[in-house]
């Protein structure tokens, strides 16, 4: 569903040239975020998972930067949650494109955490009728 729709995005924007490279592409859960890179994996594209390795799923460590800085300068496409886009590994990189997957489930504040990344065209995909963003309370 949306997620390959996603997916197809990126393919579309970063093979035809539509977009500055890097381009950000994130969701607010590591499993959507594991779902993106294993589909744009697939499709041929330089994708780089940023995140903690513990939360990680194994199937796309093979993407993870994991230390290897040069995979994040080559990098066609970076991919990290909402949050972990915030992290310092991504400090001295802009994008331009950012592409928010079940952003609908995300917080308004974590949503505006990658788009402070430079950047000047957002695609926000989600579907308000699924569910809402989770906030935890004590």
């Known amino acids: 569903g949306k997620t390959t729709t996603a997916v197809q995005i990126v393919a579309a924007l970063v093979q035809y040239g539509l977009v500055d490279l890097p381009m950000l592409v994130t969701a607010d859960s590591n499993t959507a975020v594991d779902n993106l890179v294993k589909g744009i994996g697939k499709r041929g594209l330089k994708v780089v998972r940023v995140g903690r390795p513990e939360s990680i799923r194994e199937d796309v460590k093979g993407y993870s930067l994991d230390g290897r800085w040069k ?18 590994t991504l400090d001295k990189v802009r994008f331009s494109t950012v592409l928010i997957d079940e952003c609908t489930q995300a917080a308004e504040s ?4 990658p788009m ?14 699924q569910l809402p963003p989770t906030v935890l309370s004590d």
């Open 116 to 129: 402070a990344r430079g950047c000047q065209q957002a695609i926000l995909i989600g579907d308000q009728c």
């Open 110 to 113: 974590a949503a505006l955490v």
């Open 71 to 88: 995979d994040l300068k080559n990098a066609e496409v970076v991919c990290a949650t909402c949050i972990g886009a915030s992290g310092s």
